[in-house]
């Protein structure tokens, strides 16, 4: 059974980091492209990061650009998303997702909450 499970999510001020981890369990890790998405409250989801399983590349929305970085360690099967100068509307639940060549999985997200 495959398992997502994040973590990290908080309360931060503007301009402040927090880290988000996402532990994978039950598929072949470095098999799958991972990402980051979230969701703000009363609307739709939206994408905010991914890293590539192939060649490691790294993909980020404009709006997280620069401030957001998605690194993935194999060994701990765990996906991060470290988030700087988070801004208020960054408050959202973020989730992650494994994608593979014919599957998918997502976790079931961790809140935050953006105070200013």
């Known amino acids: 059974q495959v398992q997502l499970v994040e973590s990290g999510g908080g309360l931060v001020q503007t301009g402040g980091s927090l880290r988000l981890s996402c532990t994978a369990s039950?598929?072949?890790?470095?098999?799958?492209?991972m990402a980051w998405f979230r969701q703000p409250p009363g609307k739709d989801r939206e994408f905010v990061a991914s890293?590539?399983?192939?060649?490691?590349?790294?993909w980020y929305a404009d709006s997280v650009k620069g401030r957001f970085t998605i690194s993935r360690d194999i060994a701990k099967n765990t996906v991060y998303l470290q988030m700087n100068y988070q801004k208020i509307e960054g408050a959202a639940v973020y989730c992650c997702?494994?994608?593979?060549?014919?599957?998918?999985?997502w976790g079931q997200g961790t809140q935050v909450t953006v105070s200013s």
């Open positions: 039950g598929l072949t890790f470095n098999q799958y492209t």
């Open positions: 997702k494994a994608i593979g060549t014919s599957d998918q999985y």
């Open positions: 890293h590539i399983h192939k060649d490691g590349s790294t």
